[in-house]
């Protein structure tokens, strides 16, 4: 299944790059090939990756699963899933405060240039107008 996902992941990258003809086409096949990324990686570190943090390395032999009980088991690889995940919000958290950031500072710099402008444009009008002297 991941096989399968990576290479339409691999598919939508070279529609998107290659074969589009059109914008449209290349921001869909674009948008398919992050979003099957996504999962694929989802599915990595809610799979094989949290059963590795929960310490098997390799698949449990007979002896090694009557160590552990079932529910034992389980137990770790949840808690491998929950840190993981953890550490995935945390991640998501900080890039939504860096992109936050950066629109608050774009917004800044645009607020500045308006304000410069309607000055620019005060001072244009201010001195186009004709003088009038007091008779």
Known sequence: ???????????????????????????LLGGTAVGGAAVLALWGLLGPGARRLAGEQAELTATERSALTPAERVEAVNSARQALMQSVTGLVVIVGVVFTAAGLLYTARTLDTTRQGQITDRYTCAMRRPVVSPI
Do not use: F, K, Q
């Open 1 to 27: 299944m991941a096989t399968l996902l990576a290479l339409g992941v691999l598919e939508a990258v070279w529609g998107a790059v290659v074969w589009a003809p059109l914008d449209l086409w290349r921001w």
